[in-house]
């Protein structure tokens, strides 16, 4: 038995020395040489150089003066990063019609002389609950109640929408969006 012993244990201490502490280590090494900010989390700081979270998670808007980003369905809180996931709520479950009719009060409540049709993205969760995303149509929903909030023309608020709208990946995958953390920190250094 002792004869099995040795070499199991020999083999057991490479191969964690290689795939728990080598690959590991240098992995993360040329991660952090090749996309620095990837690596880090791909984190965002306002003007003033404090950190005020990742373009790669969302974050809970409810003030009428910021662009609001897609409904959380993560628990305890929305956006909870640690809790990641939907609601589980399938298309003829009466939560999720009821949850969606509430959103598109609240939205009508915020801006009562808008009648135009609601972006799906602005009443529905993601798969995740972190969706740092919306589309192009829910920021130019919005418009015209964060101008009337920060008395600001609203064609700069559609210039400034326009800039903020990141093209699909490549070219090719996905659709256009806007990281409404992105936008809501160019719209704080707009000038008054």
Same mark, same amino acid.
């Given at each position: 038995?002792?004869? =099995? #012993?040795?070499?199991?244990?020999?083999?057991?201490?490479? $191969?964690?020395?290689l795939t728990g502490l080598i690959y590991p280590a240098l992995v993360t090494s040329l991660a952090k040489?090749?996309?620095?900010? +990837?690596?880090?989390?791909?984190?965002?700081?306002?003007?003033?150089?404090?950190?005020?979270?990742?373009?790669?998670?969302?974050?809970? #808007?409810?003030?009428?003066?910021? #662009? $609001?980003?897609?409904?959380s369905a993560t628990s305890p809180f929305p956006y909870n990063g640690g809790a990641s996931g939907g609601?589980?709520?399938?298309?003829?479950?009466?939560?999720?019609?009821?949850?969606?009719?509430?959103?598109? +009060?609240?939205?009508?409540?915020? &801006?009562?002389?808008? +009648?135009?049709?609601?972006?799906?993205?602005?009443?529905?969760?993601?798969?995740?609950?972190? &969706?740092? =995303?919306?589309?192009?149509?829910?920021?130019?929903? +919005?418009?015209?109640?964060?101008?009337?909030?920060?008395?600001?023309?609203?064609?700069?608020?559609?210039?400034?929408?326009?800039?903020?709208?990141?093209?699909?990946? $490549?070219?090719?995958?996905?659709?256009?969006?806007?990281?409404?953390?992105?936008?809501?920190?160019?719209?704080?250094?707009?000038?008054?």
């Amino acid at each position: 038995m002792s004869v =099995h #012993f040795k070499p199991a244990f020999l083999m057991l201490v490479i $191969w964690t020395a290689l795939t728990g502490l080598i690959y590991p280590a240098l992995v993360t090494s040329l991660a952090k040489l090749l996309f620095p900010s +990837q690596a880090n989390g791909s984190l965002i700081s306002d003007q003033s150089g404090k950190l005020v979270g990742s373009q790669l998670i969302g974050q809970s #808007f409810s003030d009428p003066k910021y #662009f $609001w980003g897609r409904p959380s369905a993560t628990s305890p809180f929305p956006y909870n990063g640690g809790a990641s996931g939907g609601s589980n709520q399938g298309p003829t479950n009466p939560a999720l019609a009821d949850a969606v009719k509430a959103r598109i +009060q609240a939205l009508r409540a915020a &801006d009562p002389e808008n +009648q135009a049709p609601i972006p799906v993205d602005l009443v529905t969760a993601s798969a995740s609950g972190l &969706d740092p =995303h919306m589309s192009p149509a829910a920021a130019a929903y +919005q418009i015209n109640r964060v101008a009337k909030v920060r008395r600001i023309d609203p064609e700069r608020l559609r210039e400034l929408v326009i800039e903020q709208t990141e093209s699909r990946q $490549w070219g090719l995958f996905g659709e256009p969006r806007v990281n409404v953390l992105k936008l809501n920190l160019a719209l704080d250094r707009l000038p008054r």
